[in-house]
């Protein structure tokens, strides 16, 4: 079609990111702002906090013809394992309404043995949703979670405006749990079922591999507004045996306090480990292994150094400080990952790589958070 309205795609369109940089193909949205990035020269973190989980363009549009251009960049490995395909998922009126994928963009293979990388340069692609109500509606385009997404052009048949946003912000931090490995599409992640459920716009700080308490997410943490705040502590690191117990204690009242800077009343729940059975008892740092084709992880540190970090150990320290300092600051709240994800369940959903929830179990954890974080009187619920 000649006749659709381009739109240019800007911060008044782009919810769930903290920065837009503009590119020679149109803005990429990023999870950090540039100031963080420069405190980092880690290229797995430099892909992961652009990787946009939570990031949807939104607009209201009487539009019955919307396409979205994108560029992707995805990562595929020589020994033949890739993840599918991103998912662009259209959501009209609070309702799941279509989803599509773009199959050309930039392509880095990893060599599985060396890990050096070649790249395959393509073009941007498009999706394109018709069909759609001739009626004014809220329109949400949610980006592929697990591929990086340049946006290059918003087309309509109609003109667009943006949409109200939520009342409330909801910032959450964790790793590749919380970023939503395994999940099959972007509405699917655990926390934006959470988020959807309980009408808050979700700011998506799940940065997998790289949940580490570092300060430049503490302080982008601290620079946005937010009506409430998560962060799921734990199992970074362990699994890459980042920190000791004495270490681990300060880094986590050193990254309240820097919240608590700009964040000073701002109601903050802490989320320890889910179950990893890996984990429970044996310290990091993990390793993957090929079985059958499947990557799977084990623990590889000594459970009997008392020092190292064990999720059942980080479990029992997040609990006691949460609780001490809650005695001054009573809006810090503190919830056992195991209500998400425990032993039960395990038994009917067990972690297929040892270490990541599946699809169905993202499903399980955002009905529960929202349940136990955001129904009325718990930690993040409304005021």
């Not at 008044?12 to 420069?38: D, F």
């Not at 652009?50 to 019955?64: C, E, L, M, N, S």
């Not at 989320?271 to 990557?295: F, M, Q, R």
Request: charged share 20%.
């Amino acid at each position: 079609m000649t006749d659709l309205i381009t739109t240019p795609i800007d911060e008044k369109l782009v919810r769930g990111a903290i920065e837009l940089e503009r590119t020679g193909h149109g803005v990429l949205p990023h999870r950090l702002p540039a100031r963080a990035r420069r405190q980092f020269a880690d290229g797995f973190l430099t892909m992961v906090e652009a990787q946009p989980t939570g990031v949807r363009i939104a607009f209201r549009t009487r539009a019955t013809v919307i396409e979205l251009e994108a560029l992707p960049t995805r990562i595929a490995y020589s020994n033949g394992l890739s993840l599918p395909l991103g998912v662009y998922e259209l959501v009209v009126d609070g309702e799941l309404s279509g989803a599509a994928s773009i199959s050309t963009g930039i392509l880095h293979t990893i060599d599985a043995a060396t890990g050096a990388m070649s790249t395959d340069a393509g073009p941007s692609g498009a999706v394109r949703f018709t069909g759609l109500p001739d009626t004014m509606k809220d329109v949400e385009i949610w980006l592929p979670h697990t591929e990086t997404t340049e946006l290059v052009a918003l087309r309509t048949d109609a003109p667009v405006e943006p949409a109200p946003a939520p009342e409330r912000t909801w910032v959450h931090y964790g790793s590749s749990i919380s970023h939503g490995s395994n999940a099959e599409r972007p509405t699917a992640t655990w926390a934006a079922i959470a988020a959807r459920r309980a009408g808050v716009n979700l700011i998506n700080l799940g940065l997998r591999g790289n949940a580490l308490l570092d300060q430049f997410v503490a302080r982008t943490i601290r620079d946005t507004p937010a009506e409430a705040i998560s962060l799921a502590i734990g199992i970074n690191l362990v699994n890459a045996d980042a920190l000791r117990m004495r270490t681990f204690t300060s880094a986590v009242h050193g990254f309240l306090d820097t919240i608590r800077d700009g964040h000073p009343t701002t109601p903050i729940l802490i989320v320890s480990p889910i179950l990893c059975p890996i984990h429970e008892d044996t310290p990091g740092p993990i390793a993957p292994e090929i079985v059958d084709g499947t990557i799977l992880f084990r623990a590889t540190g000594d459970p009997a150094d008392p020092t190292r970090l064990t999720l059942t150990r980080i479990r029992a320290e997040l609990s006691r400080i949460i609780t001490e300092r809650a005695q001054e600051d009573p809006n810090l709240h503190y919830l056992n990952g195991l209500d998400l994800y425990g032993e039960p369940d395990a038994a009917d959903l067990p972690l297929p790589d040892r270490l990541h929830p599946d699809a169905a179990t993202h499903l399980l954890m955002g009905d529960r958070f929202a349940t136990l974080a955001f129904a009325p009187g718990t930690a993040l619920a409304t005021r």
